[in-house]
């Protein structure tokens, strides 16, 4: 269920959500498994078609709380200045809430890891595919659906 935010003049619009999910390039995915212990871990990520994309390795805490529970949170801090004279800090951050999967579909994988790594290098494509040649086989893809998204910035950055 989604509750109003209190301060809601600080509130990001959803165009600006969707911007800092695109420019980021990491954040925390936190999950909770069926122990009901919270664990977030930082990841690099891609947000392309209304959707957010990972990469892991194909074992791990991350997978086995993936298949006890997909419900999931990726958190951005876009922005985050200090301000010792006022005693605060300047700050931009959004929350995309939605379910995660680990994608079976080996060519729906390949699409998924290419789009990643032209984030990191976009002008390379036959490295890009050298390295996914290699590399395939020991990485998962993830795909995060969004069901809702929630921005705050500092009430210093309000216009």
């Known amino acids: ?67 006890e529970n997909s419900n999931v949170s990726f958190t951005i801090i876009s922005k985050d200045e200090i301000h010792p004279e006022k005693y605060t800090t300047y700050f931009k951050s959004v929350i995309a809430f939605g379910k995660i999967r680990v994608v079976e579909d080996e060519e729906e994988k390949l699409g998924i890891l290419e789009i990643l790594g032209r984030r990191c290098n976009p002008h390379d494509r036959d490295s890009l595919a050298n390295e996914i040649a290699k590399g395939a086989r020991n990485c998962v893809a993830l795909e995060m659906s969004i069901d809702r998204i929630s921005g705050k910035q500092a009430i210093e950055l309000v216009k």
């Open 1 to 67: 269920m989604e509750k109003a935010m209190r301060r809601f003049r600080q509130q990001l619009s959803a165009d600006e959500c969707t911007a800092i999910l695109h420019s980021a390039t990491s954040g925390v995915l936190s999950l909770c498994g069926a122990d009901m212990q919270p664990y977030g871990v930082p990841l690099s990520h891609v947000y392309y078609s209304g959707k957010l994309y990972f990469h892991s390795a194909v074992n791990g805490h991350k997978l086995e709380l993936i298949k």
